[in-house]
């Protein structure tokens, strides 16, 4: 298959992503205020799950798969799903922003490993200089974001648990590409997300049945209906989209982009200051992309 290297519509689409997970950070922080993280993700992954197969009915594919390949969608939506979002629902519930930020940040690093391990993708010393780069960027702007790092047991439970995701997150991308040779994007990410709901409905059951219904505000359901369309169903068929067209390693740098974005609309929404070198590690970030989505045309010269 081949995999596009110019800048084009699959960027626009994964900028645009970029933009509603950077918005779902804030959003998910103002509505665990009210909702437990156990809760808060049952809802979520249900309603989400439920849209995305609608638009697969529609689209006329159909849920149908071979044998093989169910086990696999199995294992992924497990992965991707079920034990990703448990320990990243929790994790940045108990650690610092900072932190979670930070351990995230190192995903495109683990995903390509991992990629180039089982041969998925081969990476040239220009896209990792990129992905070292826009790590040392990101690093910038978190630590100015609240000042320093905050270490306490709590702390380090949460780290651990968004550390792990982070791994079972990078299993979910790399090995979907061989997926996405038989099935569309939609199809993919609406099976796994299903499954992987499934697997999660027996922990979160609990939670759910505790929920005031009547005692949440409109603020917390608009926060935890806007993460379940954008965040989940719309961002996670953008992110296989992306998988498939551009490669695992080039798909993921993107993540460096969220947090930059996050501090920008904290800035409008919250008041949050930016500083100079918030603003700096931003554009060290933005090299970062650029040489690992595009300095392999260094390479080709």
Not at 34 to 55: Q, Y
Not at 142 to 164: A, C, E, H, P, R
């Amino acid at each position: 298959m081949e995999v596009h290297k110019r800048f084009g519509t699959t960027d626009i689409f994964m900028l645009l992503g970029v933009i509603f997970w950077a918005i779902n950070f804030s959003v998910i922080k103002i509505a665990l205020r009210e909702f437990t993280p156990l809760g808060f993700n049952g809802i979520r992954l249900v309603f989400a799950s439920g849209i995305l197969l609608l638009f697969l009915f529609i689209s006329g594919e159909g849920f149908l798969v071979s044998k093989k390949d169910l086990l696999m969608l199995c294992i992924l939506g497990l992965c991707g799903n079920t034990v990703y979002q448990m320990l990243f629902i929790h994790g940045i519930n108990l650690t610092t922003a900072s932190n979670s930020s930070i351990i995230i940040a190192m995903s495109p690093v683990f995903i390509a490993m991992l990629s180039s391990s089982v041969r998925h993708e081969k990476l040239n010393y220009v896209a990792w200089a990129g992905i070292l780069i826009s790590f040392v960027g990101f690093y910038f702007v978190v630590t100015k974001q609240s000042g320093n790092f905050q270490f306490s047991l709590k702390n380090i439970q949460g780290d651990l648990m968004i550390f792990l995701g982070i791994l079972f997150w990078a299993v979910y991308t790399v090995f979907s590409k061989p997926l996405l040779e038989k099935i569309s994007p939609l199809k993919l990410t609406s099976l796994t997300m299903s499954i992987g709901t499934v697997f999660y409905i027996p922990f979160c059951l609990k939670d759910v049945r505790e929920i005031s219904f009547g005692k949440v505000s409109f603020q917390a359901w608009a926060g935890l209906f806007y993460s379940g369309i954008f965040a989940l169903a719309i961002c996670y068929v953008i992110w296989y989209a992306s998988v498939k067209r551009v490669g695992n390693s080039r798909t993921a740098i993107y993540d460096n982009l969220v947090p930059v974005l996050t501090v920008v609309f904290a800035y409008f929404s919250l008041g949050e200051r930016i500083t100079v070198l918030q603003a700096g590690g931003a554009f060290i970030i933005l090299v970062g992309v650029y040489l690992a989505r595009s300095g392999y045309r260094w390479l080709d010269r």
